[in-house]
């Protein structure tokens, strides 16, 4: 597996795809953080926009291969792993994401609530806006995994899809990743530091199941 995970990432890295959804975080952050801002509001903005960012990039990785190239590595290690690995290299390069920006808007934004009545320790802050990039990167890469092949095959189904799912896995009732960004925005207005650990078990279990689902389907179906 550690073979295939170095290939994946070699082959994410070669292709420069990642280059937008990097870029769109980035001018994400630019517009949503701003100096002097309370950390936890910016925390909670800087990990909202990790999900669409963390499904474009599992589409990315999940069809970076030609069809030929894909069949053969099925073939030599497992369509089940072959599918996986892709999943995982951009449900890292999420994380690692997500954990720099973390650490960028914790150092920019004020440790103080909403109100700028009560003091926010940075270092908890950060902490807690860490667990909620990783639920937002989980949550995203659900979202990226079941809206790509082989779930769906045709771009023209798939990208729409994923821009739905993405947006409702934000704004849904019961989502994790609304709760963890609410836990977030509320933390800020009492000035207290959540720590969104049961938002964190669902984004996990959700993830899980999303990827099981679809490799799954890739073991039954064919290569290409």
Do not use: F
């Not at 769109?24 to 925390?43: E, K, W």
């Not at 990783?134 to 079941?146: D, E, I, K, R």
Request: hydrophobic share 60%; charged share 10%.
């Amino acid at each position: 597996m550690t073979a295939l995970l170095r290939y994946q990432a070699a082959l994410l890295l070669r292709s420069q795809r990642w280059l937008p959804p990097v870029v769109l975080y980035a001018a994400a952050l630019g517009i949503g953080v701003q100096g002097g801002q309370p950390v936890l509001d910016s925390l909670g903005w800087a990990a909202a926009v990790l999900l669409p960012v963390a499904a474009w990039l599992v589409r990315i990785c999940v069809t970076s291969e030609p069809p030929a190239a894909r069949g053969c590595v099925s073939a030599a290690r497992g369509p089940a792993r072959a599918h996986l690995a892709p999943v995982l290299v951009a449900l890292a390069t999420a994380v690692v994401l997500g954990a720099a920006a973390t650490v960028v808007v914790t150092l920019v934004s004020d440790p103080v609530s909403t109100g700028r009545a009560t003091r926010v320790p940075p270092l908890p802050a950060a902490g807690a806006g860490l667990l909620a990039a990783l639920v937002c990167a989980l949550l995203g890469t659900a979202v990226g995994v079941l809206t790509a092949w082989p779930v769906l095959r045709s771009p023209g189904r798939a990208v729409p899809a994923l821009l739905l799912a993405a947006l409702l896995a934000l704004v849904a009732s019961g989502s994790p990743a609304r709760a963890a960004v609410g836990d977030l925005v509320a933390g800020s207005k009492s000035g207290a530091v959540p720590l969104p650990l049961l938002p964190l078990a669902g984004a996990a279990v959700v993830a899980v199941a999303a990827v099981a689902a679809a490799c799954a389907i890739v073991s039954r179906g064919p290569s290409a």
